[in-house]
């Protein structure tokens, strides 16, 4: 079996879509009031209601970029908060938390 879809908990819709629109050009489609999918992301998801921010250090999300430089700038831009750098044998990454304190990171080859 593989990965076909990935929730992230959203304590604000409007939130979301602003951020992951702008720093990602993610698209979305609301269903209802309890729920918004996205796509235009490399795999779909949706966002579900929560009413606090999860804990850190759980499942991570990681998106890749050709420029990570460029990336950075866009999830800052959009305000997104970073929080760690990395360096590894063959990458770089960054990992960054989103308006709902979802921890997700971003990497790219070297």
């Known amino acids: 079996m593989k990965i076909d879809y ?5 304590t604000d819709f409007a939130a979301m879509k602003a951020f992951y629109g702008a720093a990602f050009e993610w698209t979305f ?18 966002f579900r209601p929560v ?12 998106l890749y970029a050709d420029d990570l430089d460029v990336a950075e700038k866009s999830v800052t831009e959009a305000g997104g908060a970073i929080t760690e750098h990395h360096e590894f ?8 938390t989103d308006p709902s304190g979802n921890e997700l990171a971003v990497w790219t080859k070297f």
């Not at 990935?6 to 959203?10: A, G, K, Q, T």
């Not at 309890?34 to 795999?43: M, R």
């Not at 044998?89 to 960054?96: K, L, N, T, V, Y």
């Open 6 to 10: 990935v929730e992230l908990p959203s």
């Open 29 to 46: 489609e609301d269903w209802g009031s309890d729920y918004v999918a996205f796509s235009n992301s490399g795999l779909e998801g949706g």
């Open 51 to 62: 009413n606090e921010p999860p804990p850190r250090g759980g499942t991570m999300v990681i």
């Open 89 to 96: 044998p063959g990458g770089r990454r960054f990992h960054f």
